[in-house]
């Protein structure tokens, strides 16, 4: 069973997302929250579309040009967003081998789940120096995968609007060097901590 | 350039995604067709919305529970046609392990493009015996991905409601195939022939 507590008092106020996490949401050791009954295997299409329309509200007022993101997992939540932008997405690909292409941009981003490091690639056809992006992702912990993708996008020599983020733990701090590095980094639930034997979840 | 050539005679009515393809697909030698600028790179998420459209036009008598894909390439056609369905997408994952997980179905999937064999996995909690599943991917050339997938539907004691594909490539002869063992295939595009040299592409 997942409760909440924010400062040992119940919020009573929980969004879409933070609810869905209490309802769906597991908790594994080692500070693994498993989503993907809806989020990154399961994509409960009707529920993350209005996550979407969240995404529209937060970033509404920034120039967006495009989204850019991460294959697998970040396609869904990205694509379900840019619905409501009216503009395309691209996925920056993981790609084992390291040889240098000269149509793509490249990066490395360690994976922690895998525990291996990700060589990930977006062709110069589809990130155009002066073009706003708005960057999005499933999940974001020590910000690995938003870093190789800011990368990406200074090498195009485009705008960064914001970062867009489902879920973000907070505890591992990724979210907040970001925001001190200066980037609009908004997250629909920011988890401040969790507990695998107790099963309770901290939102921010 | 790109032409469309019909038994020798150009084919006046053209589908969106035929179009799209003419104007902004690109040949390559050995039968590949680069489509990375607006399906499976690049994705242009108005326009492939509207595939969606037609993929709810294709199958919208047809009881459909959940849609399958497979990662990474056919998550944005499944989730942009989930949403006119009001289903949720379930895409299988590539894993580079071949270890047996109980709580897995698995399959192995030939890739031609990368030239080597993916362990391909769902999660036993994502499809389930009685369920009327829609399997959508971007491409089908051979079969092989396709053949996965309902190898794992078949696993899990669901039904094949119907086979959505954005692009066949009618002379490898895959589609033809789970046609003829009696799957409901329907492609938007399916490719007779190319020719990289003249830059002709001729519809069935």
């Keep these: 069973m997942c409760i ?5 008092i119940r919020v009573a106020e929980l969004n879409l997302l933070q609810e869905k996490i209490l ?19 399961q994509i409960d299409v009707p529920f993350i579309s209005e996550l979407g329309k969240e995404f529209k509200k937060l970033f509404g007022d920034r120039k967006v040009d495009k989204i850019l993101t991460i294959e697998a997992s ?3 939540i990205a694509c379900l967003t840019a619905v ?9 690909k993981k790609s084992a081998g390291s040889n ?5 941009f490249a990066t490395e981003v360690m994976s922690y789940t895998h525990n291996r490091k990700n060589h990930v690639v977006v062709s110069k056809k589809y990130l155009k120096p002066g073009e706003h992006i708005l960057i999005m992702d499933d ?3 020590n910000g690995c995968a938003v870093s190789g993708l800011l990368d990406l996008v200074k090498q195009a020599g485009g705008i960064v609007e914001g970062i867009g983020i489902c879920i973000e733990k907070g505890f591992q701090g990724g979210g907040d060097a970001l925001r ?3 980037y609009d980094v908004r997250s629909l639930a920011v988890i401040e901590k969790m507990d695998a034997e107790t099963g ?5």
């Design 4 to 8: 909440v507590f924010g400062g040992g």
């Design 23 to 41: 309802s769906d949401g597991v908790i594994r050791p080692g500070n693994v929250l498993k989503v993907d009954s809806f989020l990154n295997h």
């Design 74 to 76: 970040g396609i869904g």
């Design 84 to 92: 409501y932008f009216g503009v395309p997405v691209v996925f920056a």
């Design 100 to 104: 240098m292409d000269k149509e793509m």
């Design 139 to 141: 999940f974001l912990a």
């Design 180 to 182: 001190e590095a200066g």
């Design 200 to 204: 309770v979840i901290t939102f921010r």
